[in-house]
Protein backbone atom coordinates (compact mmCIF):
# COMPACT_ATOMS: atom_id res chain seq x y z
CA UNK A 1 0.00 0.00 0.00
CA UNK A 2 1.15 3.26 -0.75
CA UNK A 3 1.81 5.14 2.27
CA UNK A 4 2.04 8.91 0.94
CA UNK A 5 -1.57 8.10 -0.39
CA UNK A 6 -2.56 6.51 3.33
CA UNK A 7 -1.32 10.06 4.84
CA UNK A 8 -3.07 12.20 2.65
CA UNK A 9 -6.47 10.52 2.48
CA UNK A 10 -7.59 11.75 5.49
CA UNK A 11 -7.36 15.40 4.64
CA UNK A 12 -9.91 15.63 1.54
CA UNK A 13 -10.08 12.25 -0.24
CA UNK A 14 -11.92 10.43 2.47
CA UNK A 15 -12.38 13.16 5.26
CA UNK A 16 -13.85 11.72 8.13
CA UNK A 17 -16.37 14.37 8.85
CA UNK A 18 -16.82 16.00 5.23
CA UNK A 19 -16.87 12.82 2.92
CA UNK A 20 -17.14 9.80 5.16
CA UNK A 21 -19.36 11.40 7.31
CA UNK A 22 -18.58 9.94 10.72
CA UNK A 23 -17.91 11.02 14.25
CA UNK A 24 -20.93 13.75 13.77
CA UNK A 25 -22.06 13.62 17.22
CA UNK A 26 -18.61 15.47 18.78
CA UNK A 27 -18.31 17.16 15.50
CA UNK A 28 -21.87 19.11 15.91
CA UNK A 29 -21.82 19.07 19.86
CA UNK A 30 -18.00 20.72 20.66
CA UNK A 31 -17.79 23.13 17.81
CA UNK A 32 -18.89 26.33 19.26
CA UNK A 33 -15.37 27.22 19.45
CA UNK A 34 -12.37 27.03 18.16
CA UNK A 35 -10.59 25.71 21.65
CA UNK A 36 -13.01 23.06 21.93
CA UNK A 37 -12.84 22.05 18.01
CA UNK A 38 -9.09 21.79 18.59
CA UNK A 39 -9.22 19.74 22.25
CA UNK A 40 -11.87 16.96 20.98
CA UNK A 41 -10.05 16.35 17.25
CA UNK A 42 -5.82 16.15 19.03
CA UNK A 43 -8.02 14.01 21.31
CA UNK A 44 -9.53 12.03 19.05
CA UNK A 45 -6.33 11.72 16.80
CA UNK A 46 -4.15 10.64 19.78
CA UNK A 47 -6.49 7.68 20.57
CA UNK A 48 -7.31 6.77 16.82
CA UNK A 49 -2.92 6.96 16.20
CA UNK A 50 -2.65 4.37 19.01
CA UNK A 51 -5.45 2.07 18.52
CA UNK A 52 -4.77 1.83 14.91
CA UNK A 53 -1.01 0.82 15.94
CA UNK A 54 -2.56 -1.87 18.67
CA UNK A 55 -5.00 -3.14 16.57
CA UNK A 56 -2.41 -3.80 13.53
CA UNK A 57 -0.17 -5.38 16.48
CA UNK A 58 -2.62 -8.08 17.49
CA UNK A 59 -4.28 -8.59 14.47
CA UNK A 60 -2.84 -11.77 14.37
CA UNK A 61 -3.66 -14.00 17.27
CA UNK A 62 -7.24 -11.73 18.08
CA UNK A 63 -9.79 -14.82 17.13
CA UNK A 64 -12.50 -13.10 14.61
CA UNK A 65 -15.25 -13.79 17.06
CA UNK A 66 -14.48 -11.21 19.64
CA UNK A 67 -12.71 -8.18 17.64
CA UNK A 68 -14.55 -6.11 17.86
CA UNK A 69 -14.98 -6.31 21.73
CA UNK A 70 -10.86 -6.70 21.77
CA UNK A 71 -11.04 -3.39 19.67
CA UNK A 72 -13.21 -1.57 21.83
CA UNK A 73 -10.98 -2.32 25.22
CA UNK A 74 -8.25 -1.18 23.27
CA UNK A 75 -10.06 1.95 22.38
CA UNK A 76 -11.39 2.98 25.79
CA UNK A 77 -7.97 2.08 27.78
CA UNK A 78 -6.54 5.45 25.25
CA UNK A 79 -9.70 7.41 25.86
CA UNK A 80 -9.46 7.00 29.81
CA UNK A 81 -5.87 7.85 29.37
CA UNK A 82 -7.20 11.13 27.70
CA UNK A 83 -9.66 11.52 30.10
CA UNK A 84 -7.25 11.42 33.40
CA UNK A 85 -4.64 13.80 31.42
CA UNK A 86 -7.06 16.30 30.49
CA UNK A 87 -8.98 16.61 33.53
CA UNK A 88 -5.15 16.76 35.18
CA UNK A 89 -3.76 19.35 33.43
CA UNK A 90 -6.12 21.27 31.44
CA UNK A 91 -9.03 21.41 34.31
CA UNK A 92 -10.86 24.12 31.66
CA UNK A 93 -10.79 22.38 28.68
CA UNK A 94 -11.89 18.94 30.15
CA UNK A 95 -14.82 20.31 32.20
CA UNK A 96 -16.15 22.04 28.53
CA UNK A 97 -15.88 18.86 26.51
CA UNK A 98 -17.43 17.21 29.40
CA UNK A 99 -19.47 14.05 28.47
CA UNK A 100 -17.86 13.61 25.28
CA UNK A 101 -14.06 13.00 26.07
CA UNK A 102 -15.80 9.15 27.12
CA UNK A 103 -17.72 8.86 24.03
CA UNK A 104 -14.66 9.10 22.01
CA UNK A 105 -14.48 5.02 23.08
CA UNK A 106 -18.24 4.63 20.40
CA UNK A 107 -16.86 7.20 17.57
CA UNK A 108 -17.00 5.70 14.82
CA UNK A 109 -14.05 7.45 13.11
CA UNK A 110 -12.02 5.61 15.14
CA UNK A 111 -14.12 2.19 15.66
CA UNK A 112 -14.30 2.42 12.07
CA UNK A 113 -10.18 2.46 10.83
CA UNK A 114 -10.03 -0.15 12.98
CA UNK A 115 -11.97 -2.69 11.31
CA UNK A 116 -11.54 -1.29 7.84
CA UNK A 117 -7.77 -0.43 8.17
CA UNK A 118 -5.58 -1.18 11.08
CA UNK A 119 -7.05 -5.14 11.14
CA UNK A 120 -6.08 -5.41 7.72
CA UNK A 121 -2.52 -3.74 7.16
CA UNK A 122 1.01 -3.60 8.91
CA UNK A 123 1.99 -1.21 11.61
CA UNK A 124 3.32 1.43 9.64
CA UNK A 125 0.43 1.94 7.06
CA UNK A 126 -2.32 1.72 10.33
CA UNK A 127 0.20 4.53 11.58
CA UNK A 128 -0.05 6.51 8.97
CA UNK A 129 -3.54 6.11 8.31
CA UNK A 130 -4.41 7.05 12.46
CA UNK A 131 -2.30 10.42 11.71
CA UNK A 132 -4.04 11.24 8.50
CA UNK A 133 -7.97 10.70 9.33
CA UNK A 134 -6.77 12.51 13.07
CA UNK A 135 -5.75 15.30 11.25
CA UNK A 136 -8.37 15.44 8.75
CA UNK A 137 -11.06 15.18 11.99
CA UNK A 138 -9.34 17.66 13.45
CA UNK A 139 -9.14 19.93 10.71
CA UNK A 140 -12.59 19.60 10.20
CA UNK A 141 -13.36 20.19 13.57
CA UNK A 142 -11.48 22.95 13.60
CA UNK A 143 -12.66 24.75 10.42
CA UNK A 144 -16.72 24.61 11.74
CA UNK A 145 -15.25 25.92 15.01
CA UNK A 146 -13.49 29.09 13.24
CA UNK A 147 -16.59 29.94 11.40
CA UNK A 148 -19.09 28.95 14.36
CA UNK A 149 -17.20 31.48 16.58
CA UNK A 150 -16.54 33.84 14.07
CA UNK A 151 -20.33 34.48 13.53
CA UNK A 152 -21.47 33.60 16.88
CA UNK A 153 -19.05 35.73 19.29
CA UNK A 154 -17.37 38.01 17.22
CA UNK A 155 -13.64 35.91 17.93
CA UNK A 156 -11.38 33.22 17.23
CA UNK A 157 -9.25 31.62 19.83
CA UNK A 158 -10.90 34.19 21.70
CA UNK A 159 -9.74 37.19 20.32
CA UNK A 160 -12.11 39.77 19.09
CA UNK A 161 -11.64 39.92 15.11
CA UNK A 162 -15.21 41.45 14.12
CA UNK A 163 -16.19 45.44 15.07
CA UNK A 164 -17.57 45.74 18.95
CA UNK A 165 -20.77 46.70 17.49
CA UNK A 166 -21.03 42.81 16.18
CA UNK A 167 -19.86 41.58 19.22
CA UNK A 168 -22.35 43.33 21.39
CA UNK A 169 -24.57 41.66 19.16
CA UNK A 170 -23.73 38.39 17.29
CA UNK A 171 -25.70 35.52 15.06
CA UNK A 172 -25.89 33.53 18.12
CA UNK A 173 -27.80 30.82 16.08
CA UNK A 174 -24.28 30.17 14.99
CA UNK A 175 -22.84 28.76 18.47
CA UNK A 176 -26.17 27.36 18.92
CA UNK A 177 -27.19 23.36 17.28
CA UNK A 178 -29.02 25.01 14.73
CA UNK A 179 -25.82 26.39 13.60
CA UNK A 180 -23.78 23.17 13.69
CA UNK A 181 -26.09 21.87 11.15
CA UNK A 182 -25.77 24.86 8.75
CA UNK A 183 -22.41 25.58 8.81
CA UNK A 184 -21.99 21.45 8.25
CA UNK A 185 -24.20 21.13 5.10
CA UNK A 186 -22.83 24.32 3.85
CA UNK A 187 -18.88 23.31 4.29
CA UNK A 188 -20.64 19.56 2.79
CA UNK A 189 -22.30 21.76 -0.51
CA UNK A 190 -19.14 23.62 -1.18
CA UNK A 191 -16.77 20.68 -0.80
CA UNK A 192 -19.19 18.55 -3.22
CA UNK A 193 -19.61 21.71 -5.63
CA UNK A 194 -15.93 21.68 -5.98
CA UNK A 195 -15.85 17.89 -6.46
CA UNK A 196 -18.12 18.51 -9.05
CA UNK A 197 -16.29 20.82 -10.70
CA UNK A 198 -12.87 18.92 -11.22
Given at each position: ??????LT??F?K??????LV??M??T?A?TS????S??M????????IC???I????????????RI????V?I????????????????????????????????C????????F??K?????S???????G?G??????????I?E?????????????????IE????VA????????????????INM?????
Amino acid sequence: MDNMKVLTNGFIKENPVFILVLGMCPTLAVTSSVVNSLGMGLSTTFVLICSNIIVAMIKGFTPAKIRIPVFIVVIATFVTIVDMTMGAFMPALHKSLGLFIPLIVVNCVILGRAEAFASKNNVLSSTLDGISMGLGFTLALSLIGAIREVLGAGTLLGFAVLPKAYIESPMLVAILAPGAFITVGFLMAIINMMKKEK
